[in-house]
Nanobody, 124 residues
Framework: QVQLVESGGGLVQAGGSLRLSCAVS????????MGWYRQAPGKQRELVAA???????NYADSVKGRFTISRDNAESTVSLQMNSLKTEDMAVYYC??????????????????WGKGTLVTVSS
């Protein structure tokens, strides 16, 4: 049974930083595509950042240059360093792992495992 547990969310002022972490328990192959989605109230779910088995990364245009995704296969964690946070970054952030060798997609297609989410609140 694979479980994803996110941590690191909270309240931060605009311009501040947070680091989200996702601890993965269970048997996970290190070459899977992993990443972070977010969903704000009244908005569609968005793929924020993904890191693939070969180490390549993808970011939403809205976070490029501010967010950095990383993974530690030995520790079975994937992290998201978020800098220069804006009020529009406020959302519930979900950790996700793709099925098989699929790559995470903005639509969420191919996600095999989801975390329960962690709330990021950015005050102005």
């Amino acid at each position: 049974q694979v479980q994803l547990v996110e941590s690191g969310g909270g309240l931060v002022q605009a311009g501040g930083s947070l680091r989200l972490s996702c601890a993965v328990s269970g048997s996970i192959v290190s070459n899977k595509s992993m990443g972070w989605y977010r969903q704000a109230p009244g908005k569609q779910r968005e793929l924020v950042a993904a890191i693939h088995g070969d180490g390549s990364t993808n970011y939403a245009d809205s976070v490029k240059g501010r967010f950095t995704i990383s993974r530690d296969n030995a520790e079975s964690t994937v992290s998201l360093q978020m800098n220069s946070l804006k009020t529009e970054d406020m959302a519930v952030y979900y950790c996700a792992i793709a099925r098989g060798l699929l790559l995470l997609k903005p639509s969420g297609y191919g996600v095999e495992y989801w975390g329960k989410g962690t709330l990021v609140t950015v005050s102005s």
